[in-house]
């Protein structure tokens, strides 16, 4: 049998009011001057004044640059950002974007160049050899879970084309995942994220990898999610179902690092070609390619309807996802969306090439590719 090595390092501080937490870790982390980095929209709520209210003794500076899909501009600001505030700390407030960046603003305020020497596929990558200011994540989001991931992703700004900055020292020192940050999401941003998070719990665990632990997760993350979705879009103040969708994003992002899987190599090309939201992709895919799947790995199915409590079993999996999706507002198909038949072959090209293609339960050629993106048409 082979050496598996698996690891599950981050500190997480979970439940409502977590974030009133922040100030007495950094203090104690020997941090006075953080630079809290956000989405431009955040920039100007009242929940990040409220939340800069609990920073007190701190002197706290704010970068609001992050935008759409953040580009590698948006993090060298932040990083200029860092430096001009004389930061010793950074705080990542918001969904996965600014989360995302914020990671960066904190490798590029202590390294040289330009942030996309740093992607892992650059031909002559640079290390992130110094040690990183302490960081810290506070998601306002419920899908991704970057608050608990290693990489970054950063979009190019001449093509618009994402790259992938990975290292362990992404890690957040302490996450603060507080579901009252997560209220004011509207219901179809909740649906959408939603949906990427359940995904992300589905693909992990029906990737062939050796991963038990994740998998453990990865089946929780599910029946977590399975209960929650619909509560936290039909009552958005709910903060049991805000608190179950919170975890379960994090769970999902935890499980991930096993694998995903071909709905997330469709929804990475249907960002890559028609801009379409990340988790709104996922949604508008996973039935099609579920019920594809489901006969290279049937006893999987009757686990995942059996946790999502699904009656009927494995069978009736896939009906449920569309049921679930009907009930949270998700309706029509890619057509709807701006998606045209035209961009079908460069749709097929991307989720070919991507790296979650190859972990599949089932091994897809372009043609079920191709099929895929018109039955979802
Ligand atoms: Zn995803």
Request: aromatic share 6%; net charge neutral.
């Amino acid at each position: 049998m082979d050496i598996h090595r698996f690891s599950f390092p981050t500190a997480i501080h979970f439940g409502p009011g977590a974030r009133r937490g922040v100030a007495e870790h950094l203090r104690k982390a020997g941090c006075r001057r953080p630079l809290i980095v956000t989405d431009r929209a955040l920039a100007a709520l009242p929940v990040l004044a409220e939340f800069r209210g609990h920073l007190d003794g701190l002197d706290t500076a704010v970068f609001g640059g992050v935008f759409g899909n953040p580009r590698g501009s948006q993090v060298m600001a932040g990083a200029c950002a860092f430096k001009s505030h004389g930061a010793d700390c950074v705080i990542g407030f918001g969904g996965g974007a600014a989360l995302d960046v914020a990671k960066l603003v904190a490798v590029m305020a202590v390294h040289d160049g330009d942030v996309m020497e740093y992607v892992w596929d650059h031909p002559q990558v640079r290390p992130i050899a110094n040690a990183l200011p302490h960081f810290v994540a506070l998601p306002t989001t419920a899908g991704t879970g970057s608050e608990v991931g290693r990489s970054s992703v950063v979009s190019e700004d001449d093509t618009h084309v994402k790259r992938v900055v990975f290292s362990p020292k992404l890690l957040a020192k302490a996450v603060f995942a507080d579901p009252e940050l997560t209220v004011g999401l509207p219901p179809a941003v909740t649906a959408a994220t939603g949906m990427d998070a359940l995904t992300h719990n589905i693909e992990s665990y029906l990737s062939p990898a050796y991963h038990p632990l994740c998998d453990g997760i990865a089946l929780e993350g599910a029946r977590i999610a399975a209960h929650a979705l619909r509560t936290a879009v039909a009552e958005p103040h709910d903060i049991a179902a805000r608190s179950g969708m919170l975890m379960a994003s994090m769970m999902g992002a935890i499980a991930f690092q096993k694998d995903l899987g071909a709905v997330h190599a469709c929804a990475h090309a249907l960002g890559a070609v028609c801009d379409l939201h990340h988790g709104l992709a996922n949604a508008l895919m996973i039935d099609t390619v579920l019920a594809w799947n489901r006969e290279a790995v049937p006893h999987k199915f009757e686990e995942l309807a059996h946790v999502c409590g699904v009656v009927g079993g494995g069978a009736r999996f896939v009906p449920w996802l569309r049921e679930l999706k009907y009930d949270i507002g998700i309706t029509g198909g890619l057509a709807q969306r701006g998606v045209t038949a035209q961009q079908v072959p460069r749709l097929v090209q991307i989720a070919m090439a991507d790296v979650c293609r190859q972990t599949n339960p089932r091994p897809c050629a372009a043609e079920d590719f191709e099929r895929f993106f018109k039955v979802a048409m």
